[in-house]
T-cell receptor, first 115, second 111 residues
Framework: GDSVTQMEGPVTLSEEAFLTINCTYT??????LFWYVQYPGEGLQLLLK?????DKGSNKGFEATYRKETTSFHLEKGSVQVSDSAVYFC??????????????FGKGTLLTVNP | DTAVSQTPKYLVTQMGNDKSIKCEQN?????MYWYKQDSKKFLKIMFS???????INETVPNRFSPKSPDKAHLNLHINSLELGDSAVYFC??????????FGSGTRLTVV
């Protein structure tokens, strides 16, 4: 079945540091890929997405590129802020058609940014 | 207006009780879901409904029963609650594989 593997945290950075959270996936065909963010005590928010190979998703200074050849969707940000402290989830849905849009999540990576 | 709203936000109950969590979406989406987030933050799908029809039913105890009276609502009823049911339950909806909208979660604590 489909699966998502992301680097285990926690990740602790100083403000303005560079962030990379690795994510690789296993799926048949060409899934859609997502990064979701969960701030403390809140629900999940879509951060960015990419629906086909070589697409780059971006939002709030975060970026991730859909790499089919390495089955990866690594999350990056050039300069993190304290307000970026949250849990980040990599996820995928199959593009198999029909109504099966099951989101498969990675285990989440806790990011803490210190001032 | 909240796109996906679920109630209650917090639920504390004793073992053996029966409880329900309600979810409503005003996005016009055809598909709705329940996800469970455990204490380690791991998220796993429980159920999915498309136009009131059950399409995904992961390995979930029979004590959990989803009900979808119409495509804008998906409720979750849990019988005979156990300590291990303590978790955060998220409702979500989608129209395609392009992304979900999640509710803010219901934190269930079984004592």
């Amino acid at each position: 079945g489909d699966s998502v593997t992301q680097m285990e945290g926690p990740v602790t950075l100083s403000e303005e540091a560079f962030l990379t959270i690795n994510c690789t996936y296993t799926a048949t065909g060409y899934p859609s890929l997502f990064w979701y963010v969960q701030y403390p005590g809140e629900g999940l928010q879509l951060l960015l997405k990419a629906t086909k190979a070589d697409d780059k998703g971006s939002n709030k200074g975060f970026e991730a590129t859909y790499r089919k050849e390495t089955t990866s969707f690594h999350l990056e940000k050039g300069s993190v802020q304290v307000s970026d402290s949250a849990v980040y989830f990599c996820a995928l849905t199959p593009n198999s058609g029909g109504s099966n849009y099951k989101l498969t999540f990675g285990k989440g990576t806790l990011l803490t940014v210190n001032p | 207006d909240t796109a996906v709203s679920q109630t209650p936000k917090y639920l504390v109950t004793q073992m053996g009780n029966d409880k329900s969590i309600k979810c409503e979406q005003n996005l016009g989406h055809d598909t709705m879901y329940w996800y469970k987030q455990d204490s380690k933050k791991f998220l796993k799908i429980m159920f999915s409904y498309n136009n009131k029809e059950l399409i995904i039913n992961e390995t979930v105890p029979n004590r959990f029963s989803p009900k979808s009276p119409d495509k804008a609502h998906l409720n979750l009823h849990i019988n005979s609650l156990e300590l291990g049911d303590s978790a955060v339950y998220f409702c979500a909806s989608s129209q395609s594989s392009k992304g979900y909208t999640f509710g803010s979660g219901t934190r269930l604590t079984v004592v």
